[in-house]
């Protein structure tokens, strides 16, 4: 479980094998959602495009739609064609809160259960 401040602060970046077992294991409990992208960055060396690049320092990422070819850099606003990237894939997760709410409550019920409950009358 050490791991869950990791996942959930670096969700952007691309998840180890175990902690993505981490996310799947707390999405079985309903805690949050996984769902998986497809994407692609403005400037990136390794795509055919990167010599057309003027600014090779934008940090443009576009989300990649699947019937869609052509995409505009919100950063850079240059024409961007998806046949001349490699298109990336990574994860995003979703918390539920009011799910994490019920959760940690009734933990906390299983451990001081009514005993507390009783303290607080006292
Ligand atoms: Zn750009």
New binding site residues.
């Given amino acids: 479980m050490r791991n869950i401040s990791r996942v959930l602060k670096d969700c952007k970046e691309n998840l180890s094998t175990q902690e993505l077992e981490l996310v799947r294991d707390l999405e079985s409990k309903g805690l949050c959602k996984i769902n998986q992208i497809e994407y692609i960055d ?2 990136d060396p390794n795509d055919d495009d990167y010599f057309q ?1 003027i ?1 090779k320092d ?3 990422t576009i989300v990649v739609e699947e019937s869609q070819i052509s995409y505009i ?6 024409d ?1 064609y998806i046949h001349d990237k490699n298109i990336k894939m990574n994860n995003i997760i979703y918390l539920d809160y009011s799910k994490i709410y019920e959760f940690v409550r009734d933990e906390f019920r299983k451990v001081i259960g009514g005993s507390a409950r009783k303290k607080v009358m006292v």
């Avoid at 850099?73 to 240059?78: E, G, I």
């Fill in positions: 403005c400037s690049v600014d934008c940090s443009g850099c919100d950063k850079c606003h240059r961007i």
